[in-house]
């Protein structure tokens, strides 16, 4: 149990009809840096809510640092941002800054947190003026303005153009070089591949794989052949195969290369081969999309799984 900052230990949380999480574990260590993926409505929020102490689960078990997440004293060491924060409006950037940094013992330096978030030139500008996404830069900047233990984050990087995107990065990676625990939800495996270095997939409520992101990268399809065959042979590096209703078949891989090779070697007869990148993000939703089976969806690493 020593060095888990955040725990979630078979929890399930019903709301209404819906089962929102269903005996779900989620172990959070010291020091990494966890990516939360998952499509729409998959649990994600919701388990964040019970780790930071807004919700209460159902059934199951939920620890920060060690103590109930409802309890404040047990909040302390953790920055949080819900997704949406009111900021007083008529308070400049700076000001806001130096009103929560001053909550804290040993507060990030106020100028050094702006220049950590590109904020700087924004340090006088009411924060009513700002944009959606420069509001969410400083949101941000304050979940971490105490140099808490853990920050937990549910999708930073929504609403942000692509320079605010690697600014927030930036900073997140910052926050972990000093020290600093990370968990993040995301719909995007780009922006879990950019920071992150354990990836839990969740989808329907359910902890589906809970690995290294090189070991989940290895799992996924990341290639896709299309081509026009009546009939091909059981290929080994297929990791999803189907026919696409123009009547080509699809083939998903993790390495190409090979794939034509064996191809090639089986004396399968086709025509119109085409090779091209499978979006990581589709690779992922077929992942989620699978539940049931067991090639493409590994084990959970998760302690515990029910
Ligand atoms: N307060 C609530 N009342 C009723 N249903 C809820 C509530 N919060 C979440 N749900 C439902 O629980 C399920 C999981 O929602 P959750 O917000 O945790 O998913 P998510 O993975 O964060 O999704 P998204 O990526 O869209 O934010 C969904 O079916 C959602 O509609």
């Given at each position: 149990m020593t060095g888990l900052l955040a725990r979630a230990v078979g929890v399930s949380r019903r709301f209404g009809d819906t089962?929102?999480?269903?005996?779900a574990d989620l172990d959070i260590p010291q020091g990494g840096i966890v990516g939360l993926l998952g499509p729409n409505g998959a649990g994600k929020s919701t388990m964040i809510s019970l780790l930071t102490g807004l919700r209460r689960p159902s059934a199951g078990r939920v620890e920060l640092f060690g103590g109930d997440p409802r309890n404040p004293a047990s909040r302390r060491r953790l920055g949080t941002t819900p997704q949406r924060t009111g900021l007083?409006?008529?308070?400049r950037v700076g000001e806001v800054v130096d009103f929560v940094g001053a909550h804290y013992a040993d507060p990030v330096p106020t100028g050094e947190l702006l220049d950590r978030f590109g904020l700087t030139a924004l340090r006088r500008r009411q924060t009513g003026a700002l944009s959606g996404g420069q509001q969410r830069l400083l949101t941000v900047a304050l979940a971490v303005v105490g140099r808490p233990a853990l920050v937990v984050l549910d999708?930073?990087?929504?609403?942000?153009?692509v320079d605010a995107r690697l600014q927030l990065w930036d900073a997140l990676r910052d926050y972990h070089a000093t020290g600093g625990t990370l968990l993040l939800t995301s719909h995007y495996l780009e922006e879990v591949e950019a920071l992150a270095e354990r990836v839990v997939v969740i989808a329907g409520g359910r902890v589906l794989v809970d690995d290294t992101l090189d070991a989940v990268r290895s799992r996924v399809p990341t290639r896709r052949l299309l081509l026009r065959a009546a009939h091909l042979p059981a290929l080994d590096g297929v990791l999803d195969q189907a026919v696409l209703p123009d009547g080509r078949t699809e083939l998903l891989t993790n390495d190409s290369d090979a794939l034509v090779r064996e191809l090639v070697l089986s004396e399968a007869e086709f025509t119109d081969l085409e090779v091209s990148g499978a979006s990581l993000e589709e690779a992922f939703r077929s992942l989620t999309g699978r539940r049931d089976d067991e090639s493409l969806v590994p084990t959970s690493t998760t302690t515990g799984a029910a």
């Amino acid at each position: 149990m020593t060095g888990l900052l955040a725990r979630a230990v078979g929890v399930s949380r019903r709301f209404g009809d819906t089962l929102a999480l269903d005996r779900a574990d989620l172990d959070i260590p010291q020091g990494g840096i966890v990516g939360l993926l998952g499509p729409n409505g998959a649990g994600k929020s919701t388990m964040i809510s019970l780790l930071t102490g807004l919700r209460r689960p159902s059934a199951g078990r939920v620890e920060l640092f060690g103590g109930d997440p409802r309890n404040p004293a047990s909040r302390r060491r953790l920055g949080t941002t819900p997704q949406r924060t009111g900021l007083p409006e008529n308070l400049r950037v700076g000001e806001v800054v130096d009103f929560v940094g001053a909550h804290y013992a040993d507060p990030v330096p106020t100028g050094e947190l702006l220049d950590r978030f590109g904020l700087t030139a924004l340090r006088r500008r009411q924060t009513g003026a700002l944009s959606g996404g420069q509001q969410r830069l400083l949101t941000v900047a304050l979940a971490v303005v105490g140099r808490p233990a853990l920050v937990v984050l549910d999708e930073p990087t929504t609403g942000l153009d692509v320079d605010a995107r690697l600014q927030l990065w930036d900073a997140l990676r910052d926050y972990h070089a000093t020290g600093g625990t990370l968990l993040l939800t995301s719909h995007y495996l780009e922006e879990v591949e950019a920071l992150a270095e354990r990836v839990v997939v969740i989808a329907g409520g359910r902890v589906l794989v809970d690995d290294t992101l090189d070991a989940v990268r290895s799992r996924v399809p990341t290639r896709r052949l299309l081509l026009r065959a009546a009939h091909l042979p059981a290929l080994d590096g297929v990791l999803d195969q189907a026919v696409l209703p123009d009547g080509r078949t699809e083939l998903l891989t993790n390495d190409s290369d090979a794939l034509v090779r064996e191809l090639v070697l089986s004396e399968a007869e086709f025509t119109d081969l085409e090779v091209s990148g499978a979006s990581l993000e589709e690779a992922f939703r077929s992942l989620t999309g699978r539940r049931d089976d067991e090639s493409l969806v590994p084990t959970s690493t998760t302690t515990g799984a029910a």
